[in-house]
């Protein structure tokens, strides 16, 4: 029998319509959440939003650009009136570009990564804040950062481990900042994971699982679905003393 931690709270996901934010969603639904999915493209969170009603959840897809702060603003509102409050925020929503060194990065990808990854986190930080703050129950919030920035550095990724490392110091300040208000904020840091941002060009599932039995202690990527347990955590009351923590989920390559 699954847990229901999240019967009748409302969960917004950003970066739902495919990867980890498409299985923290449909773990949230699993549990019992109204989820509001959300991202760019109308098709992928229509996908995700059809797989939580399949399976007898309740789910809302909303088309938002986190770096317009109208579009945040909006997304929360259309969770609060769809569903009456937003009771998890999960802030997945980001990109990677380059695979160069910094000296030959553009100026067009270092500000994609910087718009969408941190400042993308932080409008909808803020609007969800806002709204849990003037809950009775306040909420909880879960930034994705990654091992890549506060964790370990790798060659060809260092404009996105600035920006990661920008989230992990953002959620940690912010959750100093609101824990008085009611609302905890935490981060998960995965490391490879069985998505295609953790192909290397021109490499295949088969090859990356090759690789990793030589790169992670573990042997392989961490799965989506152990990513998204480790957001559920810390978004539910089964983590109610854990305030500002960076939780890694790497197979150990970090540790």
Request: proline share 3%; glycine share 12%.
């Amino acid at each position: 029998m699954t847990t229901q931690r999240f019967t009748d709270r409302t969960a917004l996901v950003t970066g739902a319509g495919s990867g980890i934010g498409r299985a923290v969603a449909l773990a949230l639904a699993a549990e019992g959440a109204h989820v509001v999915v959300a991202g760019r493209a109308r098709g992928p969170l229509d996908e995700t939003a059809a797989l939580i009603e399949r399976a007898g959840g309740k789910a809302l897809a909303v088309t938002a650009d986190v770096t317009r702060r109208e579009d945040v603003d909006a997304l929360v509102a259309a969770a609060v009136d769809h569903f009456g409050s937003l009771d998890v925020a999960v802030n997945n929503a980001g990109v990677f570009r380059g695979g160069v060194p910094v000296a030959d990065l553009s100026e067009e990808d270092w500000h994609a990564q910087l718009d969408i990854n941190v400042t993308g986190v932080f409008l909808a930080l803020r609007a969800e804040v806002r709204q849990m703050r003037a809950q009775p129950g306040g909420g909880t919030i879960v930034n994705i950062a990654s091992t890549f920035g506060a964790h370990k550095r790798s060659p060809g990724a260092t404009a996105y481990a600035a920006t990661k490392a920008a989230v992990s110091a953002l959620t940690r300040g912010a959750a100093l900042d609101h824990i008085g208000d009611g609302v905890r904020i935490n981060a998960v840091s995965p490391g490879a994971t069985a998505t295609s941002m953790s192909l290397q060009p021109g490499e295949t599932e088969a090859g990356r699982a090759e690789r990793m039995r030589e790169e992670t202690p573990l042997g392989r990527v961490s799965e989506v679905a152990e990513v998204a347990a480790a957001v559920l955590y810390l978004a539910s009351d089964d983590s109610a003393s854990v305030v500002g923590t960076d939780l890694v989920v790497d197979g150990g390559q970090t540790a």
